[in-house]
């Protein structure tokens, strides 16, 4: 049996992102991280190709920002790690993208499951596990809190799913594609053998030849980046002689700005 994931580096959460002078999106120097939904996601990968015996296979669509991502889950443990890269085509479109991701699903040929964080941060989207899900014509069983069962001989999962309203069971036929969320297991921290082998990883890249592949057009097209305007901000501090006070007088200026 055969386990796929893909993930991808984004900007840290705590990194300021702007517009460069050129128009693109920067965050300077500081370095790019594990989208962080996705190291549940790597987590599960390992879990399930341990537990059935099988190998396990991370993925990234995109350009070379995106191998430090591929490097930290070999690190982790993710026995093979490969990336896509077409030269001029925008990765940021989801139909570009599952295109490409479901043709390297296709050539690998005996993968079993599909495992997605729950989105991307940097994009902040979950069509592209959708989309591919759509491509392969495999079930997509999304916001999954546990896999309670996995039979890859019989061709079955079983798993639970969160839902505003509580939590689902549900059961599908494999191969399939589902989306964890946090809180579906603990990640490990890469060890010291583990980065060592990271270091040493020769990670192969394919292209949509390679997977012959015939891209569809970009349905999407970003136009321009620009800073959202300054903001003039003031603060006051709202005085009083206890807490009731200070209530009281918070909303009565409120309700004077017409807030409330």
């Known amino acids: 049996m055969h386990v796929v994931t893909f993930t991808r580096s984004t900007p840290d959460t705590a990194a300021k992102v702007w517009v460069d002078d050129s128009g693109e999106v920067s965050w300077g120097d500081v370095a790019t991280v594990v989208n962080p939904w996705d190291e549940y996601s790597l987590e599960e990968t390992i879990a399930q190709a341990k537990s059935g015996g099988g190998a396990s296979t991370v993925i ?50 005996d993968v079993d499951l599909i495992i997605f964080g729950k989105e991307s941060i940097d994009v902040g989207t979950d069509q592209h596990s959708c989309q591919l899900a759509r491509r392969l014509g495999w079930p997509m069983l999304s916001y999954v809190s546990r896999i309670i069962t996995a039979d890859y001989a019989a061709g079955a999962v079983k798993v639970e799913k969160m839902l505003e309203q509580g939590k689902q069971i549900v059961s599908a036929k494999l191969p399939a594609v589902i989306s964890v969320m946090k809180g579906i297991n603990e990640p490990r921290y890469p060890n010291f053998l583990g980065i060592r082998k990271a270091a040493k990883a020769q990670i192969p890249v394919w292209s949509a ?31 009083g002689a206890d807490v009731a006070a200070k209530t009281a007088a918070l909303a009565d200026r409120l309700l004077g700005e017409k807030v409330l």
Do not use: C, Q
Not at 80 to 87: G, Y
Not at 215 to 224: C, E, Y
């Open 209 to 239: 030849a390679d997977l012959e592949v015939d891209l569809p057009a970009a349905a999407t097209t970003a136009l321009r980046y620009f800073n959202p305007p300054a903001r003039e901000v003031s603060t006051e501090i709202i005085d």
């Open 60 to 109: 990234a669509v995109g350009s070379e920002l995106h191998n430090d991502a591929l490097k930290h889950s070999i690190a982790m443990g993710v026995s093979t790690a490969l990336r896509i890269d077409e030269a001029g085509i925008d990765m940021n479109d989801s139909l570009v993208w599952s295109a490409l991701a479901a043709g390297a699903i296709r050539k690998l040929g």
